[in-house]
Structure formats: structure tokens, C-alpha cells
């Protein structure tokens, strides 16, 4: 809407599943009016670090371009919390402020709380963006139901359920540990298997054993009528896809579920 050209960058293995900023040369740095990140990552469950968010911050301070991003996943993590892009604004010392007029940050209900019919979210950031997007919302969106408020407000104020579900994401991660992990040693992780960092995804490599993701979405659905999503359809149009040899599975079923389901995948796509 805003004739803005969009710029995709690599986020592969190679750069730890992160996109890959200093690929870019300074005059393209010059141009930037925004810049997106979603941490932790969909699909590949990558948590960007301390020192990626401050060079970030440091280029849009030097360049005058926003950063925004969705940290809808920040509160489903396995071992360490990821560093928010708040924090990241409060370590750069004397230019925090400078900092935080360049951050727009966005979370929501829908994975902390399992709860995406709900539509509540919220974005924060610099007194100035936040005001501009305040004028934008007033024409550009519709009113929250009362009723939605106030059961969005039960479970933005409970810690609990939050604590609970990042354990049972845990445990899940574990039954994806012995379906695809090298837990003794001898088989070596299968279909590149790591446990992510953050988020609820596998982000499996299939081209060895079904060619490209999307041949292997079709052989699970087939075989073991268990459906996947082809990671080429997570990236932009290109050729060729840089998601095109991955599938991506959302570990959002329950226990009981997933250890059929999870052997039954490592076996049909061996």
C-alpha cells in the first residue's frame, strides 16, 4: 500500500537461521524505511541475540528506519528466554531514547495463550510511533468487543497457564527428541532434527529422503494421513524457494497424539 519494495534476506542454516543483515550493503542501508524481524522465529524457532538486536538498533539510529517486531512466541521458549527488543533498547546505554524512537514491538494472545480467536494483541514502542499508529488505528480498524476485553484481560494478568504450556512444549520437544534425535549416538539426527530454541516448530529437512518439502507433505498425508506444511510456502516467490527442502510441523496436538504421529513420520519419510 505504501509502494514500498520489499526485500527478502536469507535466513538459513548458514547464519543460524537469522537473517543475514550484513549481507546488505550500505547503500541499500541507506534506502531502508523498515526493517521486520520475527523473534523467536517461525518456522525455524531461532531467538535473535543481544548483540544482533543493537547492531539492528544501531543501523536504524543511523539510517532513520524502523524496526519492527512480533515477538508473539516470546514466552513459549525451551531452556533461556529470548531477549526482547526492549531490553535490547535499554543496553544501548546513552542512546536507549534514540533507540526506542526507532522500535515498534508487537505480541498477542494467540500463541502465549493458546488463544488466536480471541484477536488480542497489543504493540508498543517510542511516543511518537505509538501515537502515529494511534491515528491510524482510529481509521484503519475496528473496536475490541467487551466481552473479548475482558477475557483478554483474565489471561494477559495469569502467569500460570503461561508456566504450563511452556512445559508441555518441553515435554513434546522431548517425544521430537526420540523420533528424530540421535539419542544414543548411532543414528545421528534425522532430516537435519535440532530442538529449536523458542517457538513450537520442527523445521525438518526432507530432501534427502522425499526430493522438496512438498513431495513429503504428500507422502504423510498419503501414508500416514498426518499433514505438514511445505516450507516453501512459508518463503517468497523464488526459484528456488530457499524453503523448498524443509517441511515445518507444529507440534500443537496433545502428548497422546504426537508419539504415534511423530514415529509414524520418522518412519514413513525414512
Not at 547492531?55 to 516470546?74: G, N
Request: include cysteine; charge should be negative.
Amino acid at each position: 500500500m505504501a509502494r514500498a519494495e520489499p526485500l527478502f534476506l536469507p535466513a538459513s542454516k548458514a547464519s543460524g537461521f537469522l537473517p543475514d543483515y550484513d549481507s546488505l550493503p550500505d547503500d541499500v542501508w541507506r534506502r531502508v524505511s523498515l526493517v521486520y524481524l520475527c523473534s523467536p522465529a517461525n518456522p525455524q524457532g531461532a531467538m535473535a541475540p543481544l548483540s544482533l538486536l543493537k547492531t539492528l538498533l544501531a543501523r536504524a539510529i543511523e539510517h532513520d528506519f524502523i524496526v519492527a517486531v512480533d515477538e508473539c512466541y516470546s514466552e513459549i521458549y525451551d531452556n533461556v528466554a529470548p531477549t526482547g527488543m526492549l531490553e535490547a533498547c535499554a543496553a544501548m546505554g546513552a542512546d536507549a531514547a534514540r533507540a526506542l524512537d526507532h522500535v515498534v514491538v508487537f505480541n498477542s494472545l494467540s500463541k502465549r495463550s493458546n488463544c488466536p480467536g480471541l484477536r488480542s494483541g497489543f504493540v508498543t514502542g517510542g511516543a511518537k510511533l505509538i501515537a502515529a499508529f494511534g491515528r491510524l488505528r482510529e481509521f484503519a480498524s475496528c473496536a475490541t468487543p467487551l466481552p473479548a476485553i475482558h477475557a483478554a484481560t483474565e489471561l494477559w494478568r495469569d502467569e500460570a497457564h503461561v508456566t504450563a504450556n511452556r512445559a508441555r512444549y518441553r515435554a513434546k520437544f522431548e517425544i521430537a527428541d526420540h523420533a528424530f534425535g540421535d539419542a544414543d549416538g548411532s543414528l545421528g539426527n534425522r532430516f537435519g532434527y535440532y530442538r529449536p530454541p523458542g517457538g513450537f516448530f520442527l523445521w525438518l529437512d526432507v530432501s534427502a529422503s522425499c526430493g522438496n518439502g512438498e513431495a513429503a507433505c504428500k507422502k504423510l498425508w498419503r501414508d500416514a494421513a498426518i499433514r505438514v506444511l511445505p516450507g516453501a510456502y512459508l518463503c517468497p516467490e523464488h526459484d528456488p524457494a530457499p524453503g523448498a527442502a524443509y517441511i515445518r510441523v507444529a507440534l500443537v496436538q496433545d502428548e497422546a497424539l504426537l508419539h504415534p504421529a511423530l514415529a509414524g513420520m520418522a518412519e514413513v519419510l525414512s
